[in-house]
């Protein structure tokens, strides 16, 4: 639950609040969670509702915007080969809003309306700042590839 | 990028976060914990409280409700002038009495008549003063005698137009309140005239301006509800006023019952004193050589018994407080021990105890030639008996009372000493008896404090039994400060009382 929390805040100790602060809730409502799904997805969806709570303060504070210019890269982007470690710093380093959107949207699964609602923005927003996130995320990606290509060479 | 790259991009993050797992460190598990520890601790404190508000609710119901009944209980002077009251006025103002008389055959017929208008007032008293001077009828045959009117119930029309009030005779049912017209017009026929002073009513019964007080009571029962059929507010409103009088009856009774105003009581107490404060001076001049000087101490403290019989009077001053008085024989007696005998007069025949009494007539050391002296003997014991006329002046405040009282008193008594016996157990010793005065060492007016507790029941109106316990202090010494013994015992005592309230 700790990398749930970690994706959606920027260091370990805000995320460490965020589970404890989750499980609190977690053990109170156990005795209300109906066998509707699976206990994990309620968990996690608990945990998820908390740290949106923590963030909104934030994301008060930086509101998110419709991002218009966005470069996507044309190469073929692949994760494989980077330690989930390193993907979670890759996320913890997006802005605020575009690291809660891609959040949900790549790795929970809501549909942009879903997340819309969830953040009291417009589904346009969402789709903008996952665009921007997904953007952000595949240059850093790419710089990273690069990197190791580069050490990579000059290693052999 | 296609559509699929992107669903490739997202899903592999899915993927690489799918199965991964960090473990917090040790203390967030440890603040959950807590946390919950605490969030469970709060909603039992949370119970808690709820039910300490629940107790103290109830407490204070409780009190609200003893103070209710308390109140007016003791308002009850005031609660059955009210009752009185409303009784009274609720005899005047009988709905019954103020109903308008609407029954159609009656107002029909008076609004028909001509010239004449229906009085909606429902003063009898006017109604019977207007009937008897205005109401003029021209000949005999138009008379109106009260049992007349009394039994009409329509107010006729005449054949000829000349308005009249004709006793039909018809015993119609419902309140017959005759309507008296205000403005009478004379018509052409003269039959009704307006004119008070003229008015002469020709009739058997009726006689110038007399007032009519039996047709007054006669219109009393015509005031059934028409169409004989009970009517429920009249029912209930008769009902309510039998209630309040029965309830007024009884809180009356109640009164007088509870109303304790000046009492007198007779009692007795018996406990014990202690001398808890005493001390004795070195006195050079009751000190002999042989004098054994611990006797006074011996003496001054010596614990014993208390007792006291007395009667007081009391009365309630205020709502709980009282004041009471009286007059209190009280003896304090204890034992002590003596190992010398005192010679008088070298008469070795008239032996006396040791004492502080006899002690302060000694001589000194040096004084051998006196007449008085202290010889040695066994050791024997000595009774110490001192009298006292106590008048006690007790404020009190009346916590409980009811069947059962509960009266905190405190007060203060003046102790006027009556005399002291020493009483020598042994043989061959003669009792002495001190006295008050100027060679006594007892002082002869002292002053206590006194304060207790008085726990009554009453038994029937004219009797209540107390059982007080409570303490008395002297404020100086028994001995008078030259005597250089100190001696202030504290008393307790629980006493039987009877009072007699007179009123």
Redesign the interface.
Same mark, same amino acid.
């Given at each position: 639950m700790l990398v749930v929390c970690l994706r959606y805040s920027k260091t370990t100790a805000e995320a460490e609040d965020i589970v404890q602060e989750g499980f609190i809730k977690i053990f109170q409502g156990i005795k209300d969670f109906r066998q509707e799904s699976k206990l994990e997805t309620w968990i996690t969806r608990i945990m998820v509702n908390t740290a949106l709570n923590a963030q909104r303060k934030k994301l008060y504070l930086y509101p998110m915007v419709d991002v218009t210019e966005i470069v996507l890269p044309d190469e073929e982007m692949s994760i494989s080969g980077i330690h989930v470690d390193q993907l979670l710093q890759m996320i913890q380093a997006l802005p605020q809003g575009c690291q809660i959107v891609f959040n949900l949207f790549g790795i929970e699964g809501y549909s942009h309306k879903e997340i819309a609602e969830m953040l009291g923005i417009s589904e346009g927003t969402s789709k903008s700042q996952f665009a921007r996130a997904k953007s952000l995320l595949q240059t850093r990606l790419l710089k990273e590839s690069t990197y190791y290509d580069r050490y990579g060479e000059a290693k052999i | 990028?296609t559509d699929m790259? /992107?669903r490739k991009? @997202?899903d592999?993050?899915?993927e690489?976060?799918k199965e991964? @797992?960090?473990?917090? /460190?040790e203390?967030?598990w440890t603040?959950?914990e807590l946390?919950?520890e605490k969030?469970s601790g709060e909603k039992t404190r949370r119970k808690l409280a709820f039910y300490k508000l629940l107790a103290a609710a109830s407490v204070v119901f409780a009190l609200s409700v003893t103070g209710i009944g308390y109140y007016l209980l003791s308002h009850n002077s005031q609660y059955v002038q009210e009752i009185a009251g409303n009784t009274a006025s609720l005899d005047k103002s009988d709905p019954l009495a103020n109903r308008t008389d609407d029954q159609p055959s009656l107002s029909q017929s008076v609004t028909d008549q001509p010239g004449v208008k229906q009085t909606p007032g429902n003063e009898t008293s006017r109604k019977n003063n207007v009937a008897s001077s205005r109401v003029k009828a021209q000949d005999g045959s138009t008379m109106i005698t009260p049992t007349q009117i009394d039994e009409t119930n329509a107010v006729r029309n005449s054949d000829e137009g000349s308005g009249f009030i004709a006793a039909t005779g018809e015993n119609q049912p419902g309140p017959t309140i005759l309507p008296i017209p205000t403005d009478i017009q004379t018509n052409n026929n003269g039959v009704v005239a307006s004119d008070l002073n003229g008015g002469q009513l020709q009739g058997p019964s009726i006689h110038g301006e007399r007032a009519l007080p039996q047709y007054f009571k006669a219109t009393a029962p015509t005031l059934t509800i028409p169409d004989h059929q009970p009517d429920a507010v009249a029912i209930m409103m008769a009902k309510l006023e039998d209630d309040e009088r029965k309830f007024a009856a009884e809180e009356g009774k109640e009164k007088t019952k509870n109303n304790e105003k000046v009492w007198t009581s007779v009692g007795f107490a018996a406990g014990g004193f202690s001398s808890v404060n005493h001390s004795v001076a070195p006195q050079t001049t009751m000190v002999t050589a042989l004098a054994n000087t611990s006797v006074p101490d011996k003496q001054a403290k010596a614990n014993g018994i208390a007792y006291s019989m007395g009667v007081s009077v009391g009365t309630k001053i205020a709502k709980r407080w009282i004041l009471q008085g009286g007059v209190n024989y009280l003896t304090q007696s204890s034992d002590y021990t003596a190992s010398n005998v005192v010679v008088t007069e070298n008469d070795y025949q008239s032996l006396k105890a040791e004492s502080i009494n006899t002690l302060e007539g000694l001589p000194l050391v040096a004084d051998v030639a006196s007449s008085n002296k202290l010889a040695a003997t066994v050791p024997y014991s000595v009774n110490n008996s001192v009298k006292f006329f106590s008048v006690p002046v007790q404020a009190g405040y009346l916590v409980v009372n009811k069947k059962f009282g509960l009266q905190l008193n405190a007060g203060l008594s003046t102790d006027l000493f009556l005399q002291n016996t020493i009483t020598p157990q042994g043989s061959n010793l003669d009792k002495s008896t001190q006295g008050r005065g100027d060679d006594s060492p007892y002082r002869s007016v002292n002053f206590s404090g006194l304060m207790g507790t008085e726990l009554s029941y009453r038994l029937g109106q004219r009797y209540r039994v107390a059982l007080n316990p409570g303490v008395r202090y002297p404020l100086s010494s028994l001995y008078k400060s030259d005597v250089g013994i100190q001696s202030t015992p504290l008393t307790f005592d629980v006493g039987l009382r009877f009072r007699y309230i007179f009123q």
């Amino acid at each position: 639950m700790l990398v749930v929390c970690l994706r959606y805040s920027k260091t370990t100790a805000e995320a460490e609040d965020i589970v404890q602060e989750g499980f609190i809730k977690i053990f109170q409502g156990i005795k209300d969670f109906r066998q509707e799904s699976k206990l994990e997805t309620w968990i996690t969806r608990i945990m998820v509702n908390t740290a949106l709570n923590a963030q909104r303060k934030k994301l008060y504070l930086y509101p998110m915007v419709d991002v218009t210019e966005i470069v996507l890269p044309d190469e073929e982007m692949s994760i494989s080969g980077i330690h989930v470690d390193q993907l979670l710093q890759m996320i913890q380093a997006l802005p605020q809003g575009c690291q809660i959107v891609f959040n949900l949207f790549g790795i929970e699964g809501y549909s942009h309306k879903e997340i819309a609602e969830m953040l009291g923005i417009s589904e346009g927003t969402s789709k903008s700042q996952f665009a921007r996130a997904k953007s952000l995320l595949q240059t850093r990606l790419l710089k990273e590839s690069t990197y190791y290509d580069r050490y990579g060479e000059a290693k052999i | 990028m296609t559509d699929m790259e /992107r669903r490739k991009f @997202e899903d592999s993050f899915k993927e690489a976060f799918k199965e991964a @797992e960090v473990s917090p /460190r040790e203390e967030v598990w440890t603040n959950i914990e807590l946390e919950l520890e605490k969030a469970s601790g709060e909603k039992t404190r949370r119970k808690l409280a709820f039910y300490k508000l629940l107790a103290a609710a109830s407490v204070v119901f409780a009190l609200s409700v003893t103070g209710i009944g308390y109140y007016l209980l003791s308002h009850n002077s005031q609660y059955v002038q009210e009752i009185a009251g409303n009784t009274a006025s609720l005899d005047k103002s009988d709905p019954l009495a103020n109903r308008t008389d609407d029954q159609p055959s009656l107002s029909q017929s008076v609004t028909d008549q001509p010239g004449v208008k229906q009085t909606p007032g429902n003063e009898t008293s006017r109604k019977n003063n207007v009937a008897s001077s205005r109401v003029k009828a021209q000949d005999g045959s138009t008379m109106i005698t009260p049992t007349q009117i009394d039994e009409t119930n329509a107010v006729r029309n005449s054949d000829e137009g000349s308005g009249f009030i004709a006793a039909t005779g018809e015993n119609q049912p419902g309140p017959t309140i005759l309507p008296i017209p205000t403005d009478i017009q004379t018509n052409n026929n003269g039959v009704v005239a307006s004119d008070l002073n003229g008015g002469q009513l020709q009739g058997p019964s009726i006689h110038g301006e007399r007032a009519l007080p039996q047709y007054f009571k006669a219109t009393a029962p015509t005031l059934t509800i028409p169409d004989h059929q009970p009517d429920a507010v009249a029912i209930m409103m008769a009902k309510l006023e039998d209630d309040e009088r029965k309830f007024a009856a009884e809180e009356g009774k109640e009164k007088t019952k509870n109303n304790e105003k000046v009492w007198t009581s007779v009692g007795f107490a018996a406990g014990g004193f202690s001398s808890v404060n005493h001390s004795v001076a070195p006195q050079t001049t009751m000190v002999t050589a042989l004098a054994n000087t611990s006797v006074p101490d011996k003496q001054a403290k010596a614990n014993g018994i208390a007792y006291s019989m007395g009667v007081s009077v009391g009365t309630k001053i205020a709502k709980r407080w009282i004041l009471q008085g009286g007059v209190n024989y009280l003896t304090q007696s204890s034992d002590y021990t003596a190992s010398n005998v005192v010679v008088t007069e070298n008469d070795y025949q008239s032996l006396k105890a040791e004492s502080i009494n006899t002690l302060e007539g000694l001589p000194l050391v040096a004084d051998v030639a006196s007449s008085n002296k202290l010889a040695a003997t066994v050791p024997y014991s000595v009774n110490n008996s001192v009298k006292f006329f106590s008048v006690p002046v007790q404020a009190g405040y009346l916590v409980v009372n009811k069947k059962f009282g509960l009266q905190l008193n405190a007060g203060l008594s003046t102790d006027l000493f009556l005399q002291n016996t020493i009483t020598p157990q042994g043989s061959n010793l003669d009792k002495s008896t001190q006295g008050r005065g100027d060679d006594s060492p007892y002082r002869s007016v002292n002053f206590s404090g006194l304060m207790g507790t008085e726990l009554s029941y009453r038994l029937g109106q004219r009797y209540r039994v107390a059982l007080n316990p409570g303490v008395r202090y002297p404020l100086s010494s028994l001995y008078k400060s030259d005597v250089g013994i100190q001696s202030t015992p504290l008393t307790f005592d629980v006493g039987l009382r009877f009072r007699y309230i007179f009123q």
